[in-house]
Structures are given as structure tokens and as C-alpha cells.
């Protein structure tokens, strides 16, 4: 389980007199169980990205605590990553190396053993089915076999916690039905604890067995899609997400005509 507790982020951007503080993240709370998805749906800009960038250690949260099954990661970095598989946006894959080296490689970081990076590789690319690309360079790779080069990367230490960030973004409709596929397996098979974000409704409804809806750096509805749909009284789960992470303009909207 991962438990995100008063989480807060700010940034600086520019410099000087035009520097400006951005509020990123900002007393974000929820909790991700184990054998289920759990989606981070919001606008861009919403935090999404800078929320699991910082329960993968990958940026230092200004405060709040993020535990991965009851680990602090911020006492044991190296212990909490050990339990997670991060695929980021930045795929990040040797060119010059074939799929096949790209996952033992990082078997080998994770600890592994030479034969037993080897035995995973093969499993999962049976998982994944990418048998086909384990020979090839991934230079040229499509982009859906580059996500599906860097989930094996990911999950090659057979981690019990995923975390993806907007993973179908540039996939065809046959690369997202694989991943989405890939990822049901994960759950119900392997009772991972999967985290992802992103802003396509579809892969909410399809995939979450829990939202939570970010807007401006903050949790402003958390539930699955039936219970927020009873919500908020819709049947269109596009119109609930509105409703959700844009009530603040709509009400600013209503003070302004009303003036």
C-alpha cells in the first residue's frame, strides 16, 4: 500500500524580479491499496506529475510523508524503491542496446543475478508479448514498443508497487489496449499496487477501481467512478469530471456575472 499523507510541492520559476512561486502540490492526501488501480485523473497542470515524481524520490517534497507499505520514504529511499517500479514519462532507454539488454541491464542495478535478470526477461515478454522485440536495438523502436521495453525495465525486480505516469500518452489504439490489458493482469494476477496518472476518462472508466481527482495541486474528490458519479448526479463521467476539478472556476465564474 501506498499512503500519501499532506503532501506539498512549490517551484520557482524564473529568475529575479520575474521569478514566481508555483504551487504544485499543495496538502494532497490519499491511499493506494494493494490488488487494485488507482488513478490520479486532473487537468494539466493539475500536480499529477510532480505528485509521483516525489513518491518515487525522484523530487523532495517540501512536506507531508509518503509510505510505502508503512516504509518512510524519505527515512529509507532505498528500501521504498526497492518495493516499486517507476515507469516516468522520460522512457529513458539505451538505443545502442536491444530490449533484451535494456531489462537484464537494469535487472543488474536492481540486484539481481545475471541468470535471474535473464529468466525475467523472458517471463516478461511473454507477459507482455514483445518476444518479437528482445533481439532489437531499441533505436527505432515505435513508441509502444519502447512503453512496453520500459514496463519491463520497470517491473523486472518484480516490485509489488507500479507507478506510470500517463503511460498510453502517443500509444495507437492496439499499444494502449496491450498495456491496459498488461496492467488488469498485474492486478488481479499479482495483486499489485498500481498508480497512474492521467487526463483521458476512458482509461478511467476502463481501468480504476479508485480516483482520485486533482485540481491545482489538490485532492478535490476521491472514490470510484460509480460513487462519484452518485456524486455529483451524472451519467457521463466527463461531465462528473468537470463538475469535480473545475467547480472553483465555475463558481468564481457565477460570483463575476452575478456582479
Known sequence: MIEV???????????GRKAQVVQAVQDLSFRAEDGRITGLLGPNGAGKT?????????????????????????REPRRALSRMGVLSDARGLYPRLTARENIVYYGRLQGLSADAAEARAEALADMLEMKPLLARRTEGFSQGERMKTALARALVHDPSHIILDEPTNGLDVLATRSLREALRRLRDEQRKCIVFSTHIMQEVER???QVVVMSHGRTVAEGSVPELLQRTGDTDFEACFVKLAFR????????????
Open 50 to 74: 510532480s505528485t509521483l515524481r516525489m513518491i518515487a524520490t525522484l523530487i523532495t517534497p517540501d512536506a507531508g510523508q509518503v509510505t510505502v507499505d508503512g516504509i518512510d520514504i524519505a
Open 5 to 15: 499523507t499532506g503532501l506539498s510541492k512549490r517551484f520557482v520559476r524564473g529568475r
Open 207 to 209: 481501468l480504476c477501481d
Open 248 to 259: 472553483d472556476e465555475a463558481a468564481q465564474s457565477g460570483v463575476e456575472a452575478g456582479a
